[in-house]
């Protein structure tokens, strides 16, 4: 089974600064996706960015990036620019590709973002 | 427009009423999943709709009963339910179960935060 790793539980940022979070993952297969949710204190859950496992290129999302390192199994996100706004809880996912594969969450990173 | 509606925001019952949570999205979507969270932890799927079939029921008691009464619409009903119930229930919809293109990107609701006493 497909696991997902979030090594920090919190992590803190000055405004204006740029903060990278951490996720690795276990596969054995080759085809998937990964995904980061962001969860703000109000708890909608919202897709940050996603990125297929095909594709060398690293993903991005105006001040959001990805680090994508297929054989390392690691894909972390680096938020640019840091803003009070972005203070939440961030959940990598994982996805099989293929039929009905569900998402696997990692346990999450609260970010708090200092003014 | 990723809008994925969820009713009511908030809701306390007791642990002999009936109640249902109402989900709507109007994206096109034909999946559509049920997640329960607690604090500071990620959500767990409970259920999924596929062309409102139920496709995964992931050992959820019997008295969590779900109902897709078309391709918008999802609910959640309640009964008897037990204070570790207590959680934010997240619904979800996708485009549907495959994975081409973003077909299989899962956008989430804002939640319907429930009180069991």
């Known amino acids: 089974a497909q696991t997902v790793t979030q090594s920090q539980p919190e992590m803190s940022v000055q405004e204006a600064e740029t903060v990278t979070l951490s996720c690795t993952y276990d596969?054995?297969?080759?085809?998937?996706?990964l995904f980061w949710y962001k969860q703000p204190p109000s708890r909608q859950m919202i897709l940050v960015i996603r990125?297929?496992?095909?594709?060398?290129q690293n993903a991005t999302e105006n001040r959001f990036s990805v680090n994508f390192q297929k054989a390392a199994k690691s894909f972390s996100l680096k938020i640019s620019d840091s803003q009070l706004g972005d203070a939440a809880m961030y959940f990598c996912?994982?996805?099989?590709?293929?039929?009905?594969?569900?998402?696997?969450f990692g346990a999450g990173t609260i970010l708090r973002v200092k003014s | 427009d990723t809008e994925v509606t969820q009713t009511p925001k908030h809701l306390v019952m007791g642990m002999t009423n009936k109640k249902s949570l109402k989900c709507e999205q109007h994206?096109?979507?034909?999946?559509m999943y049920w997640y329960k969270q607690k604090a500071k932890k990620p959500p767990e799927l409970m259920f999924v709709?596929?062309?409102?079939?139920?496709?995964i029921n992931e050992s959820v008691p019997s008295r969590f009963s779900p109902e897709c009464p078309n391709s918008s619409l999802l609910n959640l009903h309640l009964h008897a339910l037990q204070p570790e119930d207590s959680a934010l229930y997240l619904c979800?919809?996708?485009?549907?179960?495959?994975?081409?293109?973003?077909?299989?990107?899962?956008?989430f609701g804002p939640g319907t935060r429930l009180l069991v006493l």
């Open positions: 979800a919809s996708s485009q549907d179960l495959r994975s081409s293109g973003s077909r299989e990107t899962q956008y």
């Open positions: 596969t054995s297969e080759s085809d998937y996706y």
């Open positions: 990125q297929e496992a095909y594709k060398q």
């Open positions: 996912a994982y996805r099989s590709a293929g039929y009905g594969n569900k998402l696997v």
């Open positions: 994206m096109g979507h034909r999946a």
């Open positions: 709709y596929s062309y409102e079939k139920l496709s």
